[in-house]
C-alpha cells in the first residue's frame, strides 16, 4: 500500500504536457525496467514488454503520460506570457492560479493574471461565490472530517492510470500471454501517441487505462452518477469516440463480479481515450477502458479515491492473468 501510494504520488508531481513527457516516461521506465524489455516509439511513447507463457495474445496495457498544459505563445513587451492551451482548458478556472514555465534554464513560477474586483466593471458572466462547492472528498456531514482515502494532486488524468499500469506489471503473476505496457504521449491534443504506439506494440487485444471526470459533484449526472468516488472502477461501454467490443466488456465485466470487485459501468456522453485510436488499427483491435474516476479533471487539483485505485488494478490483473489464446478466440467473432 505505502509502495502504491508513492507511485501515485510521483508520478502526480512530475510535471508532463504534451510533448513534454520525458519526465513521466523516465520514473515509469525506472520501475519497469527491472523486469520488462523497454523501447520507445518515434513520438516518445514508452513501450515495455514482458512475455508470460506463450507469445498469444499480445496485449496491450496503456494509459497517457500527458496533462493538460500549456506552451509559451509569446512574451508581451510588458514581459507578459501568453499562453497557448495544450489540451482542454476552461479558461474561467484559470486566473490567479500559479504554474511553472519549463524553460532551457529549469522551471520559473508564473501567476495567472487575475483582474481584482476593484477594477471589474458589471458582473456579466461572473460567478457568484455563493455558487461555489469547497469538495473534502465527503459524501456526507459525517465523512466530511474524516476521509483517509482521498488523494489531492494535479494530473490524476492520467497519472492514476499510469500509477495502475506500473503497480499492475509489478504485481502480476504467471500470464498466459504477452503483455506489452504502453505509456503514451499526446493524448490530451487528440490522441496522437497512441496512434504510432499501437503499430510497435502490435496487439491483439488492449486494455486502456483512463483518468475520467467524476460526475458525483452536484448538477452533473442527470441521473445517478456513472464515475462516483470510492464506488470502484468505471468500466466504459461507449463515448462517443468508441463503442467498446461488446463480447470483451461482457467478459471483463463479467469477471469484475466473478471476482468481487466494485465497479461502475458508464455510457458517457462526451469525452474520448486512446482507444479511439487503437482499436481503429490494424484491422480493429478489441478494446476495454478501465477507468479511476477524477473530480475537478483539467482543472490545477483533482481528487482521486484509493479504492478506485485498488478496484481498478484489481481487473486490470485479473484481465492479464486470465486472457489466453482461447479466451481470445471467444472474443473474436468466427
Ligand atoms: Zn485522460
Known sequence: MEH?????????????????????SQIIHRYLKPFCEIRRDGLGSLIAEKKGTSNRPRIMLTAHMDEVGFMVQSITVQ???????????????????????????????????????????????????????????????EEA????????????DDRAGCAVLVAAMEELGRHPNTVVAVAT????????GA?????????????????PPADDLPGIAKDSPQGALGKGCQVRLYDPST?????????????ARRRGIAH?????????TDARAIQLAQG??????????????????????????????????????MLDEKQLEKLLPE
Open 79 to 141: 514581459g507578459y506570457l501568453r499562453l497557448q492551451a495544450l489540451g482542454g482548458w476552461a479558461a474561467g478556472q484559470l486566473p490567479g492560479q500559479r504554474l511553472h514555465i519549463h524553460g532551457s534554464r529549469g522551471p520559473v513560477e508564473g501567476i495567472i493574471g487575475a483582474v481584482p474586483p476593484h477594477f471589474k466593471k458589471g458582473e456579466q458572466g461572473e460567478l457568484k461565490i455563493e455558487e461555489l462547492l469547497v469538495d473534502v472528498g465527503a459524501s456526507s456531514p
Open 264 to 272: 461502475q459501468i458508464a455510457v458517457r456522453q462526451s469525452g474520448a
Open 195 to 211: 496512434v504510432t504506439a499501437v503499430e510497435c506494440a502490435k496487439p491483439h487485444v488492449a486494455v486502456v487505462l483512463e483518468g
Open 185 to 192: 504521449v499526446q493524448e490530451e491534443v487528440g490522441s496522437r
Open 243 to 255: 463503442i467498446i467490443h461488446r463480447r470483451f466488456w461482457e467478459w471483463v465485466t463479467g469477471l
Open 4 to 24: 502504491l501510494l508513492a507511485l501515485l504520488e510521483e508520478l502526480s508531481t512530475c510535471p508532463g504536457p504534451p510533448g513534454g513527457e520525458e519526465p513521466v
Open 284 to 321: 480493429g483491435i478489441p478494446t476495454v477502458v478501465l477507468g479511476v474516476p477524477v473530480r475537478h479533471a483539467h482543472s490545477h487539483t483533482s481528487l482521486i479515491h484509493l479504492d478506485d485505485v485498488q478496484a481498478t488494478l484489481a481487473l486490470a490483473r485479473a484481465i492479464l492473468e
Open 145 to 156: 472530517v474524516f476521509n483517509t482515502k482521498l488523494l489531492a494532486n494535479k494530473a490524476w
